[in-house]
């Protein structure tokens, strides 16, 4: 491999480590620390190294409702709206709470699903009235209060237009 080669390998693996990509990552790490440049090679060792501690700390061994709902509101925290859908979707059919339903209301709301988001919404609301409260002050439920389906969810009155 060539000096430059090695550096365009490192440059590579550092862009996907930097996107935290972190599994994407390591193969090219693991290449680049056998290149010519043992400065590149130092380098690349101690990322391979942090790729695969980050890549066993990623995956997480969840169980309980309550463990899926932490994990989906901290990628909804985030801003990981499409991957905080999976363990949402799991926390509520593992125990469907309120505030389970209202999570996946936002993600999915978020992403595009607006008809979805207001049916776990209504679910969230008939199982604990509080949750409208919520929604209307909760600064990342804001977006979602342009679409009529949500306003009328948390208003209780059908919304025209």
């Known amino acids: 491999m060539t000096s430059k080669a ?12 930097s996107a935290g990509k972190y599994r994407e990552a390591l193969p090219y790490f ?6 010519p440049l043992m ?13 695969e501690k980050r890549t066993q700390a990623a995956e997480v061994k969840l169980q309980t409702a ?3 709902y932490t994990y989906g509101v901290s990628l909804l925290n985030a801003r990981k709206w499409q991957e905080a ?13 309120p505030h389970y339903l209202y999570a996946l209301a936002l993600a999915e709301g978020m992403t ?7 049916q ?28 009529a389906q949500i ?3 948390l208003t209780g009155e059908p919304v025209s237009g």
């Open 39 to 51: 400065s590149v090679n130092e380098s690349a060792a101690m990322y391979r190294r942090m790729c």
């Open 30 to 35: 693991e290449n680049a620390a056998a290149g």
């Open 120 to 147: 776990y919404l209504r679910r969230a609301v008939a199982a604990d009235g509080a949750i409208r409260g919520v929604a209307r002050s909760d600064a990342d439920f804001a977006p979602l209060l342009d679409h």
């Open 112 to 118: 595009g699903g607006v008809a979805a988001a207001a």
């Open 85 to 97: 859908k999976g363990p949402l979707e799991t926390a509520v059919a593992k125990g469907g709470e």
């Open 151 to 153: 306003r009328e969810v």
């Open 66 to 68: 309550e463990e899926y």
């Open 6 to 17: 090695h550096t365009d390998l490192f440059a590579r693996a550092m862009k996907l480590f």
